[in-house]
């Protein structure tokens, strides 16, 4: 993702890495050679790390996504749930613009892949609980900021889906227009709710 993973410790440089790959390929498309030769680390280490595989690997990956989209959130929202969302919209413009619109949310890649049994695997769990922190983010900047319980639980649930959709339509699209209608929209409707 946007991180330097130069910087990173060794661990959290093939997580990062795995993360990046993930929200370029999907998971499915992705083996865990894959991910580590990505993060430019030897495979014995990702084993070493990561011993229960490449589910374990996509878990950590889409909750690293997860708490470095919350930080920015969190920040953010200091000012409001206006500021939040343009700055949820900007991280996403980023990183669709800079990867030329191959990469795009590895939560949202994860939550789409089809399980192999009847088992929820761990790391479509963590990207239920990824989506459900930002939304409670969300929810609560805008419950602090006038807008009604229920109202502001919904808004964030619409806030999260729209931008993750959109997201994919800009790589399908190759433009970043829908980013910019979807902006628009929501922006009206976090002012509305916000209004006193």
């Not at 410790?9 to 990062?16: E, F, G, H």
């Not at 700055?87 to 800079?98: E, G, P, T």
């Not at 807008?147 to 993750?164: C, G, H």
Request: net charge negative; glycine share 6%; hydrophobic share 45%.
């Amino acid at each position: 993702m946007a991180m330097d993973p130069e910087r990173l410790p060794a661990r959290d440089k093939i997580v990062a890495g795995a993360a990046d790959m993930i929200s370029r390929r999907g998971l499915s498309a992705t083996s865990i050679r894959e991910m580590a030769k990505h993060a430019k680390a030897p495979l014995g280490s990702t084993y070493h790390y990561f011993p229960e595989g490449k589910q374990q690997l996509a878990s950590e990956a889409v909750r690293y996504t997860g708490e470095w989209v919350a930080r920015s959130l969190r920040k953010e929202l200091e000012a409001g749930p206006a500021a939040g969302l343009r700055a949820f919209l900007d991280l996403w413009r980023k990183i669709i613009v800079d990867s030329d619109f191959h990469a795009g949310c590895p939560v949202l890649a994860v939550a789409i892949e089809e399980p192999q049994d009847d088992e929820i695997p761990p790391a479509l769990t963590a990207a239920a609980e990824v989506f459900e922190q930002w939304e409670a983010l969300l929810a609560n900047s805008l419950q602090a900021h006038g807008a009604e319980s229920e109202q502001a639980v919904q808004l964030a649930t619409l806030v999260v889906a729209a931008v993750e959709g959109t997201v994919a339509m800009c790589r399908a699209r190759r433009s970043t227009e829908p980013l910019d209608r979807t902006a628009e929209q929501l922006q009206a409707l976090i002012a509305a709710a916000t209004a006193k």
